[in-house]
């Protein structure tokens, strides 16, 4: 089983929160707890009658938000699930890691319209936070435009092999995939002329000929340990292929999950690729931001 916070901030997110949850189903057993935040606009009393129409706006933003918690968790119900709903009221993104923390949440899912282009700044005051703070693993779930619900889902499994990317590999094999989904394990490596080019920048021509051995050993391991983590999700029943790419790791990751119409992308919070350190700010937002698809963060149990 899972423990899964699904926050829904407008009836949108709850249509995209659904059909998601249709294609890539959760643990049996799991337990959902669905949350609308009502967040009050902080505006000086300047005008007659200002109590009482705050009351009114209150009373009506509650009202719909517990419409749509609602709505949703008796469909969230007829498939089994375990849901409770809630409606809080405060800040947002504080809102948010206070219910993740509250209920042992394992998984935190937001909706998409934190991630409109009219939106950048919700992305930064909410999603953000809550991908820096929660001590869950955060999906952005995204509608996927030009799919039908009878494909089997498409996920990417980015891995650099750090003890983050495990973590991944492991609560990906911990969701009920339809058998015989498809799922590409891609790792990027850094292109052997940039090595080369900072050791020659260096002076260090004499190390030439051994970095290219070095490099083509580094390759063979790399080949061996996506054979590895390709076994284990065979083992589940899925379509599994390897794909060893070089250069940027974000951009490759991005480009590939456009080209297959990627339905999932799953990766670690953090790691090693390639032969640089990259943290969660410069790989995993930038892909969480910019993927076409949903994308989950995992985040290693603490």
């Not at 319209?113 to 991908?131: D, I, K, Q």
Request: one cysteine or more; a positive charge; glycine letters at 4%.
């Amino acid at each position: 089983m899972m423990k899964v916070l699904l926050a829904v901030c407008e009836p949108r997110d709850a249509t995209v929160a659904e059909k998601f949850l249709e294609s890539v189903r959760l643990p049996a057993r799991s337990s959902v707890t669905i949350l609308h935040i009502v967040a009050f606009p902080h505006v000086a009393p300047t005008f007659p009658h200002y109590v009482q129409v705050r009351a009114a706006w209150r009373n009506e933003a509650i009202a719909c938000g517990k419409h749509i918690v609602d709505s949703l968790a008796d469909r969230c119900r007829e498939k089994g699930l375990l849901v409770h709903s809630l409606v809080a009221e405060g800040i947002p993104r504080l809102e948010l890691v206070k219910a993740i923390r509250r209920f042992h949440i394992e998984l935190a899912i937001l909706g998409p319209h934190r991630f409109s282009r009219f939106a950048r700044l919700f992305l930064g005051s909410v999603s953000e936070y809550v991908l820096s703070k929660a001590p869950c693993s955060v999906l952005i779930a995204r509608s996927q435009r030009g799919t039908t619900s009878t494909r089997r889902p498409r996920v990417i499994f980015a891995t650099d092999f750090s003890r983050e990317a495990e973590a991944a590999g492991t609560w990906l094999r911990r969701l009920e995939l339809p058998r015989a989904s498809q799922i590409t394990v891609v790792h990027v490596d850094e292109p052997a002329e940039e090595v080369i080019a900072r050791f020659i920048a260096k002076g260090r021509y004499d190390l030439h000929q051994a970095l290219l051995q070095a490099l083509d050993t580094r390759r063979q391991e790399l080949v061996r340990r996506l054979d590895g983590e390709v076994k284990r999700l065979a083992r589940e029943g899925w379509n599994v292929q390897p794909l060893l790419m070089k250069g940027n790791p974000a951009e490759q990751v991005l480009t590939l999950t456009s080209k297959q119409s990627a339905d999932l992308l799953v990766l670690g919070s953090r790691g090693v690729t390639g032969l640089r350190r990259l943290l969660l700010g410069s790989v995993a937002q930038k892909v969480v931001r910019h993927a076409p698809c949903s994308a989950v963060i995992v985040k290693r149990p603490s």
